[in-house]
């Protein structure tokens, strides 16, 4: 018992160092070594377990094998015979017993944990209900509590379990915020998934579509976005505000007559594609190009809105969202809407 | 003349003809091996069958849709076919060319009753039912499980009508008893395919 | 059993004739002798590995860097899809059979398998199949819905193009060869052992082999069957998959894996056996435990039926099923474990030598073993929740087929490459080989656990930048064209030995131990001149050790009975070809009237049919009696 104490004192520290690596990795709202919730926490604490026994059987191996290759290499003018050796009874009993207590080791808290995962908050007066429905390749949540539709940014107050009800239109997603949650599938009707998880700090977290879906399988992302319980209130509130329609007559017309045939803005049109209330106040357009011209990889919101509206085959091939200029809008008519959009903006 | 064949004549072919040579045993073994892989094909196709059996789509169930008394009719039919194989390798292994052939020949028959049977019953629930292919998961499935075991039959049908033949001109030799005798085989197999069809689609599709 | 080896000498059936022999093409069209038909199989898979290997160079040509437009999204997905299908369907499992054809008949004192003409009829339905497969390329785009096929996006609904019909008809057609081929190694295994070899002295590449084979007896008309729903809904228009039409496309992905798990065990259990036999040669010992190893075979094979669910923790089958595949998954590592610490028991007091078979296997062990516990970690429902279709599981399956079966085929092929062909394989440039490969193996996979953990989803045609993967995916395709070099090093290797005398000894390693090695390189076509009596495991070194330099014979030399060359199993393989063909475009629209009228109608489909059927029946009709070699003959030589 002293012997297994004293090696496991000798881990210790390759396992600090070891986590202290692993927590260097991926940005924070992106990465699974990087939790900001504790579902994430509890997924990566099993994996930092089996990592560190993994780590273990790898280095027994790793020695045993170095040790045989170099000790029992054939030396020159070598012609006697060795000697043939059956197996050893002892040994091979060994090394079945001791994988078995590690499996065992690792199944435990498996097991627990399988279980636990398996909470339903979906009853729990005290959670948040979303509804999330897939589609090539974009995000649909529904606030059934609240009456509301948004799509692209997911807006949850800190602190609450939301519990998620996951459903497809189409083919088959997976919903993954890697830094809050495991990922789990979108099926069609019939096999409706739900699970729930929490994010107890603000800020922006990045969701990715795990699950091969079409072209634009790798753009299908969106962002968590995590707020005060208050600001939570004040979106649900500005976002059931009337629509606000473009202020020139004849645009307004052009974007009802087109846009809203399948887009939503508050109160009007229909949502069969992305709801847009409130898109200028949104962390990117199509769930890629980002609205931030502080960082490299972003843009103002405007010029996202010209990029996707003038050409959206070429920012994420193979998305059903017809090219305005096929449905006969005009170069000035949709940079018209774009600004329209990008000032379309909730608090 | 092939050794075999002069032992034919002669009126020398051991008791159990198929398992004679090398070549024969061989068969036999990995005829079953091959029913092995079969079992599994048919054990899936049984699983998507069950997975998908209450999916009528607006089509119509089994429960409406099935007549017990065909089917019975159908799996008498089979059973009967059976067991005249069964009589078929008894009269191989008493030498007796003229008995198996007739056996074969009834086998053959029956199998044709079988078919025709299962042929009308699919044109019954196409024609009147407007149960098709197409209709629902559930019609898929029973069309998919129920078709491949008739296209089993019906390939069934085929082989040994081609060994009667073949018993014909080339005689009982130990190249050809291991044929008829995994062709038995196979129309045993078909047979047992087929029990499980009937309870599992018929049987349970009219209580469920 | 050990009657049942007569069956060529004792009791011919034959004609004393003469035989009609082919030449050139015809040879290898004809021909049913087991040793030929390895090379067709090394040959065609070695070209479908050389498809795959482009597709996955141009992989990682796109993922060098982020928002890549050196492809586009569509073309990325079919190169994936196709990637996967080939590698593992065409690629390796077909050099698999190579080995399996080369060297199974010898290591058990057999003259042949039991059925040569099957043989012959399962590679070319396989070669067939693949090439089906790979016309997609050419005919209207590749299957685009991964190699997994997950319906709704493989429904006709989501793919468009013909791409899923090739893969549902093509891999049916390339299955059904599979699946006879297994048929026929298990029964070759069963009854063409020589006297003396008991199972349990079979060398463990034949156990393997006969563990393999059972299971792709099992599992392959899973697949079967999957492929024929699939190819129903997308062509008849049924519903198995349909959700409109009451279709459940969670039960494509069970009977996916209920193949596709029992699938990774019939890759990985012929590497298990090459390893088992390169180590002891090179460690002039036997190797350890070969109890427990066939214990771990048996068993690994039986678990590997029973965890299909852990691909599927994430579609949400419920806690209770999570729970119990996680635990069954996690119990496979114990056997094999056991594996790994008897090969590094088996070189524990030998003689080393590093030669390149024992170098690949030496990399092996290692490898595999990485691949192996980041297995274990995916297990874990919960953690796989995190992993579950991000590169950590890319890095991971790659680890076990690359890092495992593919060094143990290598390992294999420089092993037996002098026993197929006659000619060893240049050491230095198979040392070259072995070095670029691994470190490029390496540099392509470990660092894809680090891109999974960081949030990187698999099967992405690109990523956005700014998210630390761009370097990680820098330094995997850089390594990836290393890992190309070792290939490219490969074939020079095998062009320059080709142009050498072919010289080699029966027993060119000298440290041979199984009955390969007692017959000349390349063996003769009947192999073994007279079967040889077996009296232990490891039967030419038993005979080695006690002083002998060849096997004692279990019978006098005798007239050989041989099969007869036919080109059936070839026409069989054609006429199979044309009807998946028409009936893939049963329902198509064609400018010609005639073509319409072909198609429409299902004539090529019928047409294909009766070639087959056709040709079954000729088969049928007209026995082979086969042909002999005499003893004058023999002797002759």
């Known amino acids: ?347 | 003349m092939t050794t075999a064949h002069a032992e034919a004549a002669n009126g020398t072919l051991p008791h159990e003809p198929e398992r004679a040579t090398a070549e024969g045993r061989n068969k036999v073994l990995a005829f079953w091996l091959f029913l092995g892989g079969e079992a599994v094909l048919f054990g899936t196709l049984f699983a998507t069958f069950l997975a998908l059996r209450n999916q009528t789509n607006d089509g119509p169930s089994a429960n409406e849709l099935f007549h017990l008394p065909l089917v019975a009719a159908a799996t008498f039919i089979l059973l009967v076919s059976s067991l005249t194989s069964v009589f078929a390798i008894q009269a191989m292994h008493r030498n007796n060319i003229a008995q198996l052939r007739n056996w074969l020949i009834l086998t053959v028959l029956l199998g044709l009753g079988f078919l025709g049977l299962e042929i009308y019953e699919f044109s019954e629930y196409v024609r009147h039912e407007e149960f098709g292919m197409t209709t629902s998961a559930f019609s898929s499935a029973f069309y998919t499980l129920v078709g491949f075991h008739g296209a089993h039959v019906a390939f069934g049908i085929a082989w040994i009508s081609l060994l009667i033949g073949q018993l014909s001109y080339k005689g009982l030799t130990v190249v050809t008893a291991p044929k008829i005798y995994v062709s038995a085989m196979y129309w045993h197999f078909i047979d047992v395919v087929w029990v499980f069809i009937f309870t599992v689609v018929y049987l349970l599709g009219k209580v469920g | 059993m050990a009657h049942a080896h007569t069956l060529n000498s004792s009791k011919p059936l034959g004609h004393g004739s003469s035989v009609k022999r082919h030449t050139g093409l015809m040879d290898w069209i004809t021909t049913v002798d087991h040793k030929k038909i390895a090379i067709l199989y090394l040959w065609a898979g070695g070209l479908f590995f050389g498809i795959g290997g482009l597709e996955a160079i141009l992989i990682r040509i796109q993922l060098i860097k982020p928002m890549n437009d050196f492809l586009d999204a569509q073309t990325f997905n079919e190169l994936i899809t196709m990637h996967g299908t080939t590698m593992i369907f065409l690629g390796v499992m077909p050099v698999i059979f190579a080995l399996m054809n080369a060297v199974i008949p010898l290591q058990i004192g057999a003259r042949d398998v039991a059925f040569p003409f099957l043989n012959a009829l399962g590679f070319w339905t396989f070669l067939f199949g693949g090439i089906l497969l790979n016309l997609s390329w050419i005919m209207g785009g590749a299957p685009d819905a991964g190699w997994t096929s997950y319906a709704p996006l493989s429904t006709s609904t989501y793919s468009t193009t013909h791409g899923v019909d090739f893969y549902t008809i093509g891999l049916q057609i390339a299955g059904l060869g599979t699946l006879i081929g297994g048929i026929n190694f298990l029964a070759t295994i069963i009854t063409m052992r020589a006297p003396g070899m008991s199972f349990m002295r079979m060398p463990m590449f034949a156990w393997t082999t006969f563990i393999t084979s059972a299971i792709i007896l099992f599992a392959f008309p899973a697949i079967t069957v999957g492929l024929v729903l699939l190819t129903f809904d997308r062509i008849l228009g049924a519903n198995f998959f349909e959700v409109g039409g009451g279709g459940s496309p969670v039960l494509w992905q069970h009977i996916f894996w209920i193949f596709g798990h029992p699938e990774v065990y019939i890759l990985i259990l012929p590497a298990f056996g090459i390893i088992s036999e390169v180590i002891p040669t090179f460690s002039r010992k036997r190797l350890f435990g070969y109890s427990s190893m066939v214990f771990a075979t048996i068993l690994i094979a039986f678990l590997g039926f029973m965890v299909w669910a852990h691909h599927m923790f994430t579609t949400g089958l419920g806690p209770v099923a999570n729970a119990l595949f996680s635990v069954s998954t996690m119990l496979i590592a114990v056997p094999t474990g056991i594996k790994i610490f008897n090969w590094l028991f088996t070189m524990w007091g030998g003689q080393v030598r590093f030669t390149t078979p024992n170098l690949f296997a030496a990399g092996f062990i290692p490898t595999f073993t990485m691949g192996g516990v980041t297995g274990v970690m995916l297990a874990s429902a919960p953690a796989d929740f995190q992993f579950h279709d991000t590169y950590f599981v890319v890095a991971h399956f790659h680890y076990v087929i690359v890092g495992g079966l593919v060094l143990g085929l290598f390992a294999g092929l420089h092993y037996w490459w002098p026993k197929m062909f006659g000619r060893m394989l240049s050491e230095s440039l198979g040392k070259w080989t072995f070095w670029t490969f691994i470190l490029g193996f390496h540099m392509t996979f470990f660092v894809q656990h680090f891109l999974g953990l960081m949030g990187m989803q698999r099967r992405v045609f690109t990523y956005l930048p700014n998210q630390q993967f761009d370097l990680l995916n820098l330094v995997s395709t850089i390594g990836a064209f290393l890992m190309g070099v070792g290939m490219i090093i490969f074939l020079i290797n095998i062009y320059l030995t080709s142009r050498r005398p072919a010289d080699a000894s029966n027993d060119p390693w000298e440290d041979g131990r199984t009955l390969e090695w007692t017959i000349p390189s390349p063996p003769p076509e009947y192999n073994f001149k007279q079967t040889p009596l077996v009296r232990g495991i490891d039967a030419f070194w038993k005979e080695k050790t006690a002083g002998h330099t060849a096997m004692t014979p279990a019978e006098p030399v005798g007239s050989i009975h041989m099969p007869s060359a036919t080109a059936i199993p070839f026409v069989m393989s054609v006429g199979i070809f044309i009807a998946g063909l028409g009936f893939m475009f049963s329902r198509d629209e064609f400018g010609n009237a005639f073509m319409s009228f072909l198609f429409n109608n299902y004539i090529v489909t019928a047409l294909g049919l009766l070639i087959t059927f056709g040709a079954m029946l000729i088969r049928s009709l007209y026995d082979d009696h086969g042909w002999h070699i005499e003893p004058e003959e023999l002797e002759g030589r």
């Not at chain 1, 609450?160 to 997603?173: G, M, S």
């Open chain 1, 1 to 347: 018992m002293m012997k297994t104490w004293q090696a496991v004192k000798r881990l210790l520290p390759m396992m600090s160092v070891f986590a202290l690596i692993l927590a260097g990795c991926g940005r924070e709202d992106l990465s699974v070594l990087r939790p900001q919730g504790p579902v994430a926490e509890s997924s990566l604490g099993l994996i930092k377990l089996s990592i560190t026994i993994m780590i273990v059987v790898l280095l027994i191996v790793f020695a045993i094998a170095a040790f045989v290759m170099i000790r029992f290499r054939r030396k020159p003018n070598q012609t006697e015979i060795p000697e043939q050796v059956e197996g050893s009874f002892k040994l091979e009993i060994l090394w079945t017993v001791i994988p078995l207590i590690l499996v065992v080791v690792l199944a435990i808290p498996t097991v627990k944990q399988v279980f636990a995962a398996g909470n339903d908050h979906s009853n729990d007066k005290n959670a948040v209900k979303v509804k999330v429905t897939g589609h090539q390749y974009w995000w649909e949540f529904e606030y059934g509590d609240y009456g509301v539709i948004t799509a692209q940014d997911l807006v949850i107050p800190t602190g609450k379990d939301i519990a998620f009800e996951l459903i497809t239109k189409d083919v088959l997603h997976s919903f993954w915020v890697p830094s809050l949650s495991g990922k789990i599938d979108t099926n069609p009707a019939g096999t409706i998934n739900r699970f729930s998880f929490s994010a107890p700090k603000e800020g922006v977290y990045r969701g990715k579509c795990a699950e091969l879906c079409g072209p634009s399988h790798g753009f299908m992302e969106f962002k968590v976005k995590a707020v005060s319980n208050e600001e939570f209130e004040k979106w649900i509130e500005s976002r059931k505000a009337p629509a606000v329609l473009p202020e020139d007559p004849a645009l307004a017309k052009t974007f009802k007559d087109q846009c809203l045939q399948c887009h939503a803005v508050g109160d009007q049109g229909i949502a069969n594609a992305p709801d847009l209330t409130g898109i200028g106040s949104r962390e990117a357009i199509a769930g890629i190009l980002i609205n931030d011209d502080t960082r490299e990889d972003g843009a103002p919101v405007e010029e996202n809105l010209k990029t996707w509206l003038h050409d959206p085959q070429s920012v994420k091939p193979g998305n059903l969202m017809p090219n305005p200029k096929d449905l006969g809008l005009s170069d000035a008519e949709i940079d018209g809407i774009a600004e329209y959009l990008a000032n379309y903006k909730l608090d």
